[in-house]
């Protein structure tokens, strides 16, 4: 799978920002504290048609991902969210979750 292909998707409606998928990736991947390959952005909470709501934000490295998800379909940072809100894989299966009730940040 190439970086073209691919995202990242997230349910900010129901992602908590407890960067669990952030620390997963690290486990994942095996590389130091020097490197990042995915961060969990914390933003405050923010007025969305008139509805206060979290809007955290994922930030992925896709082509590190890309490599990632060639070796494991169901990386640790999905298996780990403990909402099930968040996705990684090819951008058509990422635009049809969409269709799907909530609010969403598409990272591709
Ligand atoms: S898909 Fe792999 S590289 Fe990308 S954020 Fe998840 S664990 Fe990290
Ligand atoms: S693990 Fe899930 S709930 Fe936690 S920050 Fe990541 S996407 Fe959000």
């Not at 073209?4 to 998707?9: A, P, R, T």
């Not at 998928?21 to 490197?35: H, K």
């Not at 379909?73 to 968040?86: D, E, I, N, Q």
């Amino acid at each position: 799978m190439n970086t073209e292909n691919i995202g990242m998707l997230v349910r900010v409606d129901a992602c908590l920002g407890c960067q669990a998928c952030q620390v997963a990736c690290r486990e994942e991947n095996g590389f130091g504290y020097d490197e990042l390959w995915m961060e969990m952005i914390r933003r405050k909470p923010q007025k969305v048609a008139g509805e206060l709501r979290n809007y955290h934000v994922g930030a992925p490295q896709l082509d590190k991902c890309a490599a990632c998800t060639e070796k494991n379909h169901r990386p640790l940072c999905v298996s780990v969210c403990p909402t099930k809100c968040l996705y990684v894989g090819k951008k058509d299966a990422l635009l049809a979750v969409m269709e799907g009730p909530g609010h969403w940040n598409l990272h591709v």
